[in-house]
């Protein structure tokens, strides 16, 4: 087989897979019609609401990677200062 056959069987499998991955469906998104209302009877912030909603799954990759990776705080800090880690150390992933 020559060199040219190979390159366009390539493109030919690539072009194939990627016109079939359109129709791979995907999971549904429901969006609830209303946001839980807080006690006061205000609108609930929506970001609040994404932010508690992914709150156990942050926890579970942030567990995960700190199983496999070591805790953050003991990673080696090259380039950045005390105030810099600090920040870092501030920024809420939920």
Same mark, same amino acid.
């Given at each position: 087989?020559?060199?040219?056959?190979?390159?366009?069987?390539?493109?030919?499998?690539?072009?194939? &897979?990627?016109?079939? $991955?359109?129709?791979?469906?995907?999971?549904?998104?429901?969006? =609830?019609? @209303?946001?839980?209302?807080?006690? +006061?009877?205000?609108?609930?912030?929506?970001?609040?609401?994404?932010?508690?909603?992914?709150a156990p799954w942050l926890q579970l &990759?942030?567990?995960? $990677?700190?199983?496999?990776?070591?805790?953050?705080?003991?990673? =080696?800090? @090259?380039?950045?200062?005390?105030? +810099?880690?600090?920040?870092?150390?501030?920024?809420?992933?939920?």
């Amino acid at each position: 087989m020559n060199k040219q056959f190979l390159w366009w069987l390539a493109f030919a499998v690539l072009a194939t &897979a990627f016109a079939l $991955i359109q129709f791979i469906p995907s999971a549904p998104v429901t969006v =609830p019609d @209303e946001l839980p209302a807080e006690e +006061s009877g205000e609108a609930a912030d929506p970001l609040a609401a994404l932010r508690g909603a992914k709150a156990p799954w942050l926890q579970l &990759a942030g567990d995960t $990677i700190d199983l496999h990776h070591g805790d953050f705080g003991a990673c =080696p800090h @090259e380039g950045l200062d005390a105030a +810099s880690i600090r920040q870092l150390h501030r920024v809420p992933l939920a």
